[in-house]
Nanobody, 125 residues
Framework: QVQLVESGGGSVEAGGSLRLSCAAS????????MGWFRQAPGKEREGVAR????????YYADSAKGRFVISQDRTKNVVYLQMNRLQPEDTAMYYC??????????????????WGQGTQVTVSS
């Protein structure tokens, strides 16, 4: 069974940092497109960062570029999202998603994507 379990969310002040973790199991982690998404109240879910586990390629949304870093630990099947210089507009539920495919062009949010339960990030001013 495929499982994606997020952790690391919490409440921080503006300018602070958090590191989110996504523990993956039940699929070929070494050949997957892994992504972090977020959804704030009243807004659509948006992609934040994604990573191709096989080659290590990464992609960031403009809102995350320069502040967030996505990385992986291949030995642990874990994907991280290091979030720095957090701002109130980063407040959202953050979700981990995965698709087993041979590339990571586009967000891993298709019909066959797997999703975690989400972890809340709240940034106060």
């Amino acid at each position: 069974q495929v499982q994606l379990v997020e952790s690391g969310g919490g409440s921080v002040e503006a300018g602070g940092s958090l590191r989110l973790s996504c523990a993956a199991s039940g699929f070929a982690f070494n050949a997957a497109c892994m992504g972090w998404f977020r959804q704030a109240p009243g807004k659509e879910r948006e992609g934040v960062a994604r990573l191709w586990t096989f080659g290590g390629h990464t992609y960031y949304a403009d809102s995350a570029k320069g502040r967030f870093v996505i990385s992986q630990d291949r030995t642990k099947n874990v994907v991280y999202l290091q979030m720095n210089r957090l701002q109130p507009e980063d407040t959202a539920m953050y979700y981990c998603a995965a698709e087993t495919r041979s590339s990571c062009v586009g967000w891993p949010s298709g019909d066959d994507a797997y999703w975690g339960q989400g972890t809340q990030v709240t940034v106060s001013s």
